[in-house]
T-cell receptor, first 114, second 116 residues
Framework: AQKVTQAQTEISVVEKEDVTLDCVYE???????LFWYKQPPSGELVFLIR??????QNEISGRYSWNFQKSTSSFNFTITASQVVDSAVYFC???????????FGTGTSLTVIP | KAGVTQTPRYLIKTRGQQVTLSCSPI?????VSWYQQTPGQGLQFLFE???????NKGNFPGRFSGRQFSNSRSEMNVSTLELGDSALYLC???????????????FGEGSRLTVL
């Protein structure tokens, strides 16, 4: 079975603080894909990153970084020096080897306080 | 490049009615997926279409149905609406067929359905 767990329901930080959003996944597939999406109040999910199961290299994109660890089945997302515009709901998602069905976590609502 | 377009954005229905939602994918995208988002259940997969064929279906009752047209536009229909069907219905498109598509989904802004 495919499952994604985002244990943090809501997080509040003060602007310029760093924040890490946790994501733990379960899958029996040896090949799979992990994603992070951002959902602002408008409702549209915005793609942030995709990671293949065979590529554990961490990635940094500006203030965003992702830490993928197969040993702990985790794919955590860190925002450095948070800004008010980062306030949104963030979803971690898993796609298996076959099919195009995404399994989403329940999301983490991030509020950045100015 | 235009994004995924969903219509209508908001609608209100009463129990027992039926509703049809429309989705136009990004030009060139042939796969369209539908998700239901509710505060209690989060994002749940409804179904996916590719080349007018339903490729995959989530765990929803038969009241939920969909179809895809030759131009890749998709519609989903919910019949005999229930209060619990109130949700944000999100459509997403991607390039390739199921199984070969390792890319991301591109989402529309959703259709917010309220059932009274």
């Amino acid at each position: 079975a495919q499952k994604v767990t985002q244990a943090q329901t809501e997080i509040s930080v003060v602007e310029k603080e760093d924040v890490t959003l946790d994501c733990v996944y379960e899958t029996r597939d040896t090949t799979y894909y992990l994603f992070w999406y951002k959902q602002p109040p408008s409702g549209e999910l915005v793609f942030l990153i995709r990671r293949n199961s065979f590529d554990e290299q961490n990635e940094i994109s500006g203030r965003y970084s992702w830490n993928f660890q197969k040993s702990t089945s985790s794919f955590n997302f860190t925002i450095t020096a948070s800004q008010v515009v980062d306030s949104a709901v963030y979803f971690c998602a898993l796609k298996g080897r076959t099919g195009n069905q995404f399994y989403f976590g329940t999301g983490t609502s991030l509020t950045v306080i100015p | 490049k235009a994004g995924v377009t969903q219509t209508p954005r908001y609608l209100i229905k009463t129990r027992g009615q039926q509703v049809t939602l429309s989705c136009s994918p990004i030009s060139g995208h042939r796969s369209v997926s539908w998700y239901q988002q509710t505060p209690g259940q989060g994002l749940q997969f409804l179904f996916e279409y590719f080349s007018e064929t339903q490729r995959n279906k989530g765990n929803f009752p038969g009241r939920f149905s969909g179809r895809q047209f030759s131009n890749s536009r998709s519609e989903m229909n919910v019949s005999t609406l229930e209060l619990g069907d109130s949700a944000l219905y999100l459509c997403a498109s991607s390039l390739g067929p199921a199984g070969a598509d390792t890319g991301e989904l591109f989402f529309g802004e959703g259709s917010r359905l309220t059932v009274l």
